[in-house]
């Protein structure tokens, strides 16, 4: 039985935020081995960008003009997409709580609601409004009250610039014009953005430091290279590609919507592989986000999409 565009964007959509959802557990055992969070972002980066690179090019197979011509659309991707955005989470994070940056970074639905406000002057329907509502609820209840709270002005800049760079990622992953695949769109950028992220830490703008040899990981004794390979696989490489296919299929609106489902499934995958509590708060929290998802999703399915892709009915 062949799927509807909107159910494999759909379930595009899930695989991707269940993927960027095992970064925590998959990137702690590096963390606590004294990886700094530069280092370790940018060599997912790379390996990801290098374990999706035959796909890409077999993806291609030999068309690298359509390459060329998206260039600025990669540019992007790699440059705010990949690298600004988490350049920007890990600034913000050293002087707020990082429940608070990622609830302000989770807000890139909302830049993408308001941008399609703006550029086609309609107000949102009130389904998508309450769908709005209802995700941001949601998100608090998973990531926590806590992270509603004073905060210093910089850390806060820095977290609405990572917001950005979300619904960036989603904006470019949207536009399909130049005919670029998903997948060579996600290894070019995961690239682009490595050595970006990379070049930031040889000057020395932020700490970049490593630590090889064996660690922990779920209890076990490890090479260092294994929760870095997993990393880079699972929630980096299949993450970028899915996320990026589902905003192709579903729009960037709704994509971005489907991604707050991020924080829910890195809730549970710390309980399952970390034993931490899942409180029933986190849980109601998930529920609140896939009813704001039905919402906006409802509101896709009621009105005709728009020409422009972005704007249709994800950041």
Do not use: N
């Not at 390996?47 to 540019?75: D, E, H, I, K, N």
Request: net charge neutral.
């Amino acid at each position: 039985m062949k799927l509807s565009p909107m159910s494999s964007g759909l379930l595009a959509a899930l695989l991707a935020a269940s993927s960027f959802g095992t970064s925590g557990v998959l990137a702690k055992p590096l963390m606590e081995a004294g990886w700094s969070p530069v280092a370790a972002v940018t060599l997912r980066a790379l390996t990801g960008g290098l374990l999706l690179l035959p796909v890409a090019c077999f993806a291609l197979r030999g068309r690298w003009g359509v390459l060329r011509q998206a260039w600025r659309r990669v540019l992007v991707m790699g440059f705010v997409g990949v690298a600004v955005t988490q350049l920007a989470y890990f600034a913000a994070i050293q002087t707020i709580p990082v429940s608070t940056a990622l609830l302000i970074e989770f807000l890139a639905p909302l830049l993408l609601v308001g941008l399609a406000w703006a550029r086609t002057r309609r107000t949102p329907h009130r389904t998508v409004l309450l769908g709005s509502v209802l995700a941001i609820v949601g998100l608090v209840l998973v990531i926590g009250p806590g992270a509603l709270q004073p905060v210093d002005p910089v850390g806060l800049l820095f977290a609405f610039a990572a917001a950005i760079g979300c619904a960036t990622y989603f904006f470019i992953a949207a536009q399909t014009d130049d005919g670029l695949p998903p997948v060579a769109l996600a290894a070019s950028g995961l690239l682009l953005g490595a050595v970006m992220l990379g070049g930031v830490g040889l000057v020395g703008l932020l700490t970049f430091s490593v630590e090889l040899g064996t660690l922990e990981m779920f209890g076990a004794g490890v090479p260092w290279w294994l929760p870095l390979l997993a990393l880079a696989l699972l929630s980096t490489a299949i993450a970028y590609a899915a996320g990026i296919t589902a905003s192709t299929l579903l729009g960037s609106r709704v994509a971005s919507f489907v991604g707050l489902l991020e924080v829910a499934f890195a809730a549970v995958f710390a309980w399952l592989l970390l034993d931490e509590r899942l409180t029933f708060v986190q849980i109601l929290g998930g529920a609140f986000i896939l009813a704001g998802i039905a919402a906006v999703r409802a509101e896709e399915d009621a009105e005709p999409a728009p020409a422009e892709p972005l704007t249709e009915a994800t950041a």
